[in-house]
């Protein structure tokens, strides 16, 4: 029964290097295995921190970004709303313009058709009425000069006529 107590015996010396062996053990892992691991997570998450803020910084200006290409393209449209509104207007009153000097133009042209027809009309009733005097005028010297008899009278008369007539067909 010795042997069997001397396996399953506790002695303090053995539990005490134990101890020691296992603290040992702690301070080397944790001196070439731990540290270099905790190291390599430190400056990955020190990595990870400063992609995360540069991500936020880019972020916020490409927010930056788009809503300053966002205000000019409204500046822009709102410009093109102005220049097609300003172009309109100057279209209607180029427009309005042409227009009012046509019709002042046209009404020129009737003034003028209206006092040239008037004068032609005027030209044509003297010449009418001078070609007419000189036809009585002949007429009358004709008769005048003969004082034969009322055949010669009616023939002259008739030629008058003929020639009045003939006057008047033009």
Same mark, same amino acid.
């Given at each position: 029964? #010795?042997? #069997?107590?001397?396996?399953?015996?506790?002695?303090?010396?053995?539990?005490?290097? #134990?101890?020691?062996?296992?603290?040992?053990?702690?301070?080397?892992?944790?001196?070439?295995?731990?540290?270099? /691991?905790?190291?390599? /997570?430190?400056?990955?998450?020190?990595? $990870?921190?400063? @992609?995360?803020?540069? =991500?936020?910084?880019?972020?916020?200006? +490409?927010?930056?970004?788009?809503?300053?290409?966002?205000?000019? $393209?409204?500046? /822009?449209?709102?410009?093109?709303? *102005? +220049?097609?509104?300003?172009?309109?207007?100057?279209?209607?009153?180029?427009?309005?313009?042409?227009?009012?000097?046509?019709?002042?133009?046209?009404?020129?042209?009737?003034? *003028?058709?209206?006092?040239?027809?008037?004068?032609?009309?005027?030209?044509?009733?003297?010449? #009418?009425?001078? @070609?007419?005097?000189?036809?009585?005028?002949?007429? =009358?010297?004709?008769?005048? =000069?003969?004082?034969?008899?009322?055949?010669?009278?009616?023939?002259?008369? *008739?030629?008058? $006529?003929?020639? +009045? +007539?003939?006057?008047?067909?033009?």
């Amino acid at each position: 029964m #010795t042997l #069997t107590s001397d396996i399953i015996s506790v002695a303090p010396g053995s539990i005490i290097i #134990t101890i020691i062996n296992i603290l040992v053990l702690f301070f080397i892992v944790k001196k070439f295995l731990f540290k270099p /691991i905790n190291d390599v /997570i430190d400056k990955r998450n020190e990595l $990870l921190q400063r @992609e995360k803020k540069k =991500a936020a910084d880019e972020r916020n200006e +490409a927010a930056a970004l788009k809503q300053d290409y966002e205000d000019k $393209l409204s500046l /822009i449209e709102s410009i093109k709303k *102005d +220049a097609v509104l300003e172009s309109q207007r100057r279209g209607n009153e180029e427009y309005n313009k042409i227009i009012s000097d046509a019709k002042d133009k046209a009404s020129e042209i009737l003034g *003028d058709a209206n006092k040239k027809a008037v004068q032609l009309e005027l030209n044509k009733k003297a010449e #009418t009425e001078k @070609e007419l005097s000189e036809l009585i005028a002949n007429a =009358a010297a004709k008769v005048s =000069a003969s004082n034969k008899s009322p055949e010669i009278d009616k023939s002259l008369y *008739d030629a008058f $006529l003929k020639k +009045a +007539a003939l006057g008047d067909g033009r």
